[in-house]
């Protein structure tokens, strides 16, 4: 069966997940899809601790780079503050502690969505097998396409690039506006956390629509079509990953939900029949 394009004026991308619901009830509903992808460890162990270990090998490599961030973070709030030099003691401490803060949260930020990246492309056999075993259970894949592998690994990598470039540029401004007295230690995480699940959702999705012969400006059109389902997902992952030891983890099982997430966005049963 060959899909059609999903450029061609006769597919409507916003009617394959048209909203029937209240957003918070699709924020929530989101959510529970990782819920539904923790629940597969219990049905495949092997497969889903066999996805433990990219997520292993890439978690040493970041927590490493945290800490030397964490490490030397004074200095460069001092770095992006010299207009505080002739300060107060008092004052000047309190804008680079805010300075610090801002620091430390786009790098948590760029690290988790940078993270999920490198992970996916050391482990896209065992996330591509992951994936595939859900598909499998839910009735496969439609509309799938033979894909050779090292072509499919190019792509992934080319796209996880432009998105991690593209989670840079979205985090400076933010990065700033953590510096606004009050709102960037309120508001500005929150909105941290939405951006950030929202790209991990874009990222973790990668692999069912791969399967389809679909690209990431295609699977970018599709989840925005439900941004709250997609962002309920995204933003419950993004908050397991801040917890240690919890990206390699959940790893795994944010693979499984992902791909519910794509077969859910694309009107296709994400129920055993």
Known sequence: MCRQPLGSPDVDVTSLARPVTGAA????SGAGLLLRG?????????????GIVPALISSAV?????????????????????FADDWSATW??????????????????????TFTAVTLVIGDPFYE?????????????????????????????????????????????LFL?????????????????????WFLAVELV?????????R??????????????????GVAVFLCFLIPLGAVLVMPAAVAGATLLARRSLGQPIQET
């Open 25 to 28: 009830s699709r924020f929530l």
């Open 38 to 50: 923790i629940g597969l460890y219990v049905r495949s162990p092997k497969l889903m601790l066999l």
């Open 62 to 82: 970041f927590l490493t780079a945290f800490a030397v961030l964490v490490w030397f973070v004074d200095d460069l709030a001092a770095l992006v503050t010299p």
């Open 92 to 113: 000047r401490n309190l804008v680079r502690l805010v300075a610090g803060l801002a620091i430390l949260g786009l790098g948590g930020l760029l690290g988790v969505v």
């Open 129 to 173: 097998a992951i994936s595939e075993r859900v598909e499998g259970r839910l009735g496969g894949t439609p509309g799938a396409v033979d894909v050779p592998f090292w072509s499919s690994l190019r792509r992934s990598l080319a796209d996880s690039v432009r998105l991690v470039a593209l989670s840079t540029l979205v985090g400076i401004p």
């Open 177 to 197: 506006a953590g510096f606004i007295p009050v709102v960037g230690q309120t508001v500005i995480p929150v909105i941290g956390a939405a951006v950030g699940g």
């Open 206 to 214: 990668g692999a069912p629509f791969y399967r389809r012969g679909m």
């Open 216 to 233: 990431l400006p295609e699977r970018r059109a599709i989840l925005k079509a439900d941004r709250p389902t997609a962002l309920g997902f």
